[in-house]
């Protein structure tokens, strides 16, 4: 890949969100809209990419610190034209500079790559419309050539009567863009220094003016409003629900999934109603996933089986489990083969053998559990001492009876049985049944209190 100057502009005000926050951080598919932009444009950055900021301050570029992007003021916002000015001096000139626009977040690099790979010196990506009411319009001469950009609030009626408009994205020659940006000029009906101006510019020179079609009309829509932005976002989730399906996932419902990272999914995946995937998540052969589970930055091995509302984050969990229902999985934790893991059950920062169940009301954090451990209704981990943290080893074929305490740091020899009701505050032996409870006792002929009478109140 040859190097490649971005410049995105995400100066502008967004004035129709309504919003105190810059509108290139609202977010779309879990992820502010500048990001996806940034995403996108990270797979072709081998040179300089520049982002453009105004209206909302610092906030912008201290959302995005993890980019190694330039981050370039313009201030006042005096156009498109003005905005890509102020990126000049960080630009290489032996290359291409592409522009992108913070508030268009879904332009796909297929579409990005067809616009560059000819390597012209002016390439736009223009796209028909039905209705073309806002955008800039593509005028052609006689021969089919672009000859310039007329904004609509410049435009005659005819001009208007253009279907084919500016996406506003486009690839220009770094030199030529220096060249004709120096000579923009703000004679237009909104006093603005318009990008767009330098097409024409180019055409008196002889400069030949590309273009290039995206495959979706949604890769060029940007987002003005929280209406454009909730209609993008079920556009892209309807898109990405389609792909599941034509790579053969069940979906209930395309409709009712919410995809805001990556999912991957093998074969015969079926996933209920209302799951919403977070991050990078990965769904083997045969898994299934029940309605209204939260699944997140999540490795989840074949024929697991995910009963409704079960709320996991990234956690590692291998094949043959069965998860749930309101199971909720924390970070840190690996479960490995034929795990059960049952309603209202916690487990944080732990890893779990294979074959063992956990499958009512439990917490089990910072632990280390062997395989075919069985562990009570109502057992906890105390793992937290007020201060630290401190690990709890239950060893294999160890039973915990119900309603246990563990008070870390603990270990249960590998075979133990622990009875139930138990607090159990030292190692317990292997192979040996250890309790801690108070022996059951009976007080012959005790009476309940009855109420009495003369009592003053
Ligand atoms: C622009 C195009 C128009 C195109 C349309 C597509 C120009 C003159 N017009 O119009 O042909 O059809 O986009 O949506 O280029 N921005 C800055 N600084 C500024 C002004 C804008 O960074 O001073 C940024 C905005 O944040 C936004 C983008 O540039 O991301 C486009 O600005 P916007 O005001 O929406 O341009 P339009 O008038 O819609
Ligand atoms: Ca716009």
């Known amino acids: ?169 486009l690839a220009v020659s770094t030199h030529l863009l220096r060249n004709w940006l120096s000579k923009l000029r703000n004679n237009n009906v909104q006093g603005e220094y318009y990008l767009t101006d330098i097409i024409a510019m180019a055409v008196a020179q002889g400069v030949a003016v590309h273009t290039v079609q995206p495959a979706h009309e949604w890769e060029v829509v940007g987002v003005n409003s929280k209406a454009q932005l909730a209609e993008l976002e079920r556009t892209w989730q309807y898109e990405q629900a389609h792909q599941l399906l034509v790579h053969g996932v069940t979906l209930a419902d395309p409709a009712r999934l919410e995809v805001r990272g990556k999912l991957v999914c093998g074969r015969d995946v079926e996933i209920d109603v209302g799951c919403i995937f977070e991050g990078d998540v990965y769904l083997g052969n045969g898994v299934r996933v029940g309605a209204y589970s939260v699944i997140k930055g999540t490795r989840i091995g074949a024929n697991t089986y995910i009963e409704p509302y079960s709320h996991i984050d990234q956690v590692n969990i291998g094949d043959n489990c069965r998860i749930g229902p309101y199971a909720r999985l924390r970070p840190g934790s690996k479960l490995h083969n034929d795990v059960h893991i049952g309603n209202f059950v916690e487990v944080k920062n732990s890893e779990i053998a294979t074959s063992s169940k956990a499958n009512h009301l439990s917490y089990i954090g910072d632990s280390s559990v062997g395989s075919r451990v069985n562990i009570g209704a109502g057992t906890i981990t105390c793992n937290y001492d007020g201060a630290n943290k401190h690990r709890t080893i239950i060893e294999d074929d160890v039973f915990i009876g119900s309603n246990t305490q563990l008070v870390a740091p603990v270990k249960i020899g590998r075979g133990a049985t622990i009875g139930a009701g138990s607090t159990i505050t030292s190692d317990a032996p292997e192979g040996e049944l250890t309790l801690s409870r108070a022996k059951q006792i009976t007080l012959p002929g005790w009476r309940r209190p009855s109420k009495k009478n003369n009592i003053p109140q």
């Open 1 to 169: 890949m040859t190097t490649l100057n971005i410049v995105i502009l995400a100066a502008g005000r967004g004035q129709r969100m309504h919003s105190d926050k810059p509108k290139v951080l609202h977010s779309l598919a879990g992820r502010p809209l500048l990001q996806h932009v940034l995403d996108t444009a990270v797979q072709f950055a081998t040179g300089i990419t520049c982002v453009v900021y105004g209206h909302g301050g610092e906030a912008v570029p201290q959302a995005m610190t993890k980019y190694e992007a330039d981050f370039v003021l313009q201030e006042p916002q005096l156009g498109t034209g003005h905005a890509v000015q102020q990126a000049l001096s960080h630009l290489k000139d032996d290359t291409l500079t592409l522009v992108l626009y913070g508030d268009v977040p879904l332009t796909q690099p297929g579409t990005l790559e067809k616009m560059l790979g000819a390597q012209q010196a002016l390439t736009l990506l223009t796209i028909h419309l039905d209705n073309p009411a806002g955008y800039g319009r593509i005028v052609r001469d006689s021969a089919g050539n672009v000859s310039c950009i007329v904004e609509e609030k410049d435009a005659t009626t005819e001009q208007r009567a253009i279907h084919e408009v500016n996406t506003g994205i």
